[in-house]
């Protein structure tokens, strides 16, 4: 026997497709975009390869007057140091030099340097990035990180 209450649950699953089209509806709607609900991946600490690219800079030193906060592990082809100073925040991205692409603000061999800034001049930028590439020229031998690539513009969150 089937109760007669059983019966609406499916049946409102049924018309509420129909109800929520409409009358306007146009004939063929654009497909609605995708938003995934999975966070992103927080960054990786850089590995024992990645960190003797850049060394002896490890979280807490100093470069040029900015604390080393981070050394991230490559990602998208690049390997990221956040140095900070009171309040100001620059982003130090570490790629291959490119022939054709954007120019850096420092080259160390076979590496570009570039930066972003939020809270500082962007002298202290161009001036890290310098002091970014005098390190990296000092290790002409260390094999370049696994991953990494020429630098390709993208928005960076600070």
Excluded: N, W
């Excluded at 007057?65 to 309040?87: M, N, P, S």
């Excluded at 590439?133 to 928005?155: I, R």
């Amino acid at each position: 026997m089937i109760r007669p209450g059983s019966l609406v649950l499916p049946a409102l699953l049924l018309a509420l497709p129909a109800c929520s089209r409409g009358g306007d509806a146009p004939a063929d709607p654009s497909p609605t975009p995708v938003i995934s609900s999975r966070p992103a991946s927080p960054p990786r600490p850089a590995s024992p390869a990645e960190l003797a690219l850049v060394a002896p800079l490890a979280p807490g030193s100093t470069l040029d007057g900015f604390t080393v906060r981070e050394i991230l592990a490559v990602q998208d082809g690049v390997l990221t140091l956040v140095c900070a100073k009171d309040r100001a925040v620059v982003r130090l991205s570490v790629a291959l030099a490119a022939d054709g692409g954007p120019a850096p603000p420092a080259f160390a061999g076979k590496y570009a340097v570039f930066y972003s800034a939020r809270g500082s001049d962007p002298a202290d930028g161009e001036r890290l990035a310098k002091a970014l590439a005098a390190v990296l020229e000092k290790h002409p031998d260390v094999p370049v990180p696994p991953g990494m690539t020429s630098f390709v513009p993208t928005p960076i969150p600070i």
